[in-house]
């Protein structure tokens, strides 16, 4: 069964945590997004992956960063210096640069 | 200010009417995107429309593009209750696979 995942669904950050986000495909799809999403707003674009070993930041990478060591998997980290971090966040892939696919999201707090 | 705008940003109808959105971007784009994402929920995409194409249907969906007015339409026909979600249009960014997202349109419908 294809697709995108994200864990965990519900994330609680302490003040001053680092929190790591995961995003996982199995449809061998070069390029990976993470997204954020502020309450009634659009996507804002963090990070993106179109190879392995290699990204680029977004519109609003301040504060977060990422990884991509394997094609199927691209772990959203959310630093300390993010100072608010509370929002939805997405993961995408897609193969070429048209359809993206998006996950079910995970939604961060802050405690 | 963002690539693709919706209009308007809140519709609400009663089911079997029709609703209809608005995107206009700024920018040269080979092609638009349609998504939609239900409260919570990650984004589908619905459908594809090239620079080079006036109209596409797919299902009870309908979009239209009107490059010399840098604006795109969504229709969806004959409404249900399941259709109430926001939508947004995405158009790609001169470089990369990347796709800039509108605010959206929240539509509601009413059984």
């Known amino acids: 069964d294809g697709g995108i995942t994200q864990s965990p669904k519900y994330l609680f950050r302490k003040e001053g945590q680092n929190v790591t986000l995961s995003c996982e495909q199995n449809?061998?799809?070069?390029?990976m997004y993470w997204y954020r999403q502020d309450p009634g707003q659009g996507l804002r674009l963090i990070y993106y992956?179109?190879?392995?070993?290699?990204?680029q930041k977004g519109d609003i990478a301040e504060g977060y960063s990422v990884s991509r060591e394997k094609k199927e998997s691209f772990p959203l980290t959310v630093t300390s210096a993010q100072k608010n971090p509370t929002a939805f966040y997405l993961c995408?892939?897609?193969?070429?640069?048209?359809?993206?696919?998006f996950g079910p999201g995970t939604r961060l707090l802050v405690l | 200010s963002q690539q693709g705008e919706e209009d308007p940003q809140a519709l609400s109808i009663q089911e079997g009417e029709n609703a209809t959105m608005n995107c206009s971007y700024k920018?040269?784009?080979?092609?638009l995107q349609w998504y939609r994402q239900n409260s919570g929920r990650g984004l589908v995409h619905l459908i594809l429309?090239?620079?080079?194409?006036r109209e596409k249907h797919s299902g009870r969906l309908r979009v239209t593009l009107d490059t010399s007015k840098k604006s795109s339409s969504l229709l969806i026909t004959a409404s249900r209750a399941a259709d109430t979600a926001s939508y947004f249009c995405?158009?790609?960014?001169?470089?990369?696979?990347?796709?800039?997202f509108g605010g959206g349109t929240r539509v509601l419908v009413k059984p």
């Open positions: 995408a892939s897609s193969k070429q640069a048209e359809t993206q696919y």
């Open positions: 992956s179109q190879i392995v070993n290699d990204f």
């Open positions: 449809l061998n799809h070069d390029a």
């Open positions: 995405a158009t790609p960014k001169a470089a990369g696979n990347k796709l800039t």
């Open positions: 920018t040269s784009i080979n092609n």
């Open positions: 429309i090239r620079s080079n194409e």
